[in-house]
């Protein structure tokens, strides 16, 4: 999807999910979305309490699903990556969309807060892209 946010997400009656928006759709890994997500529409004193839980479940789900070879340590890893690829994908909409909505600024400002917090609470630095992972 590569923009997952609440937003883009529709619910029916029964709480089933719809994704809409797909003009962003790419390949890459499943991370990207997760994380997209978890920065974009959760609390950060909520995903800090629950992140680890939520990408290990996201981990097992995936090898009940008959992936093989992808350590937890690499699918953390991976989630810490993609977010550091959300950053440029922030300032880039930040700046070249359409923005002029009370909406769409308080969801920019709510998204840069949260996203300069997750980065603060890894640590996380463009050194980040070169590290190699078992």
Same mark, same amino acid.
């Not at 883009?8 to 797909?22: E, P, T």
């Not at 629950?50 to 990408?55: F, G, M, S, Y």
């Not at 922030?90 to 308080?106: F, G, P, Y």
């Given at each position: @999807?590569?923009?997952?946010?609440?937003?883009? *997400?529709?619910?029916?009656?029964?709480?089933?999910?719809?994704?809409?928006?797909?003009?962003?759709?790419? %390949?890459?890994?499943?991370?990207?979305?997760? &994380?997209?997500?978890?920065? /974009? &529409?959760?609390?950060? %004193? $909520?995903?800090?309490?629950?992140?680890? !839980?939520?990408?290990? +479940?996201? @981990?097992?789900?995936? $090898?009940?699903?008959?992936?093989?070879?992808? +350590?937890?340590?690499?699918?953390?890893?991976?989630?810490? %990556? /993609?977010? *550091? +690829?959300? #950053?440029?994908?922030?300032? *880039?909409?930040?700046?070249? #969309?359409?923005? &002029?909505?009370? @909406? %769409?600024?308080?969801?920019?400002?709510?998204? $840069?807060? !949260?996203?300069?917090?997750?980065?603060?609470? @890894?640590?996380?630095?463009?050194?980040?892209?070169?590290?190699?992972?078992?």
């Amino acid at each position: @999807h590569r923009d997952l946010q609440m937003d883009n *997400i529709l619910f029916d009656a029964d709480g089933r999910a719809l994704f809409i928006d797909w003009q962003f759709l790419g %390949k890459g890994r499943g991370t990207w979305d997760v &994380s997209y997500f978890l920065v /974009s &529409s959760v609390e950060p %004193k $909520l995903r800090r309490a629950q992140e680890r !839980r939520w990408i290990s +479940a996201y @981990h097992n789900m995936l $090898l009940q699903q008959g992936v093989t070879g992808y +350590a937890a340590g690499t699918c953390w890893e991976d989630y810490l %990556k /993609s977010v *550091i +690829a959300k #950053l440029f994908v922030t300032v *880039i909409a930040t700046v070249e #969309l359409d923005n &002029s909505t009370d @909406h %769409k600024r308080a969801y920019r400002r709510a998204d $840069l807060t !949260r996203l300069l917090a997750f980065i603060e609470d @890894h640590n996380l630095t463009p050194a980040m892209w070169e590290r190699t992972y078992d």
